[in-house]
T-cell receptor, first 113, second 115 residues
Framework: GDSVTQMEGPVTLSEEAFLTINCTYT??????LFWYVQYPGEGLQLLLK?????DKGSNKGFEATYRKETTSFHLEKGSVQVSDSAVYFC????????????FGTGTKLQVIP | EAQVTQNPRYLITVTGKKLTVTCSQNMNHEYMSWYRQDPGLGLRQIYY???????DKGDVPEGYKVSRKEKRNFPLILESPSPNQTSLYFC??????????????FGNGTRLTVT
């Protein structure tokens, strides 16, 4: 079946450091890929998405590029802030009407001043 | 404000005592779903509904029930809770499924403890 693998956390960074959270997937066909973010005490919210190979999703300074050849969708940010502290989930689904969303296990990011 | 509202936020109960977690959305979404979040396991889908009176099992439905009598509401029912159902639960909705043009909107979660 389809699956998403994320790097284990927690990840602890100093403010203004560069962030990479790795995500790889296994799927038959060509999924759409997402990053969701969960701030403390809240539900998940969509951070960014990419729907086809070589697409780059971006939002709030975060970026991720859909790499079909390596089946990856790594999340990056050039300079993290304390307010970026959250749990980040990589996910995949398939386009076209209802399709199940498969989530990774989540990676907790802690940014210290 | 568009939102998914879950209640209660926190719930402590004892084994075997029936409980209901409510979920309501004000976005007229057709699709609603329940997930549980456990450390190291991420989010796992319990049940989902594609419209009124249409529900189906997700990956971990055992021990749970749902109903969809109205479009906006999708309660999660634990008829006889057990300690292994201690978890953080999320309700989510979207216009269709979670596909590329209709991302999931999540509630703020319900932390359930069963002793």
């Amino acid at each position: 079946g389809d699956s998403v693998t994320q790097m284990e956390g927690p990840v602890t960074l100093s403010e203004e450091a560069f962030l990479t959270i790795n995500c790889t997937y296994t799927a038959t066909g060509y999924p759409s890929l997402f990053w969701y973010v969960q701030y403390p005490g809240e539900g998940l919210q969509l951070l960014l998405k990419a729907t086809k190979a070589d697409d780059k999703g971006s939002n709030k300074g975060f970026e991720a590029t859909y790499r079909k050849e390596t089946t990856s969708f790594h999340l990056e940010k050039g300079s993290v802030q304390v307010s970026d502290s959250a749990v980040y989930f990589c996910a995949l689904t398939f386009p076209g009407g209802y399709q199940k969303v498969t989530f990774g296990t989540g990676t907790k990011l802690q940014v210290i001043p | 404000e568009a939102q998914v509202t879950q209640n209660p936020r926190y719930l402590i109960t004892v084994t075997g005592k029936k409980l209901t977690v409510t979920c309501s959305q004000n976005m007229n979404h057709e699709y609603m779903s329940w997930y549980r979040q456990d450390p190291g396991l991420g989010l796992r889908q319990i049940y989902y509904s594609m419209n009124v009176e249409v529900t189906d099992k997700g990956d971990v439905p055992e021990g749970y029930k749902v109903s969809r009598k109205e479009k906006r509401n999708f309660p999660l029912i634990l008829e006889s809770p057990s300690p292994n159902q201690t978890s953080l639960y999320f309700c989510a909705s979207s216009p269709l499924g979670g596909g590329d043009n209709s991302p999931l909107h999540f509630g703020n979660g319900t932390r359930l403890t069963v002793t």
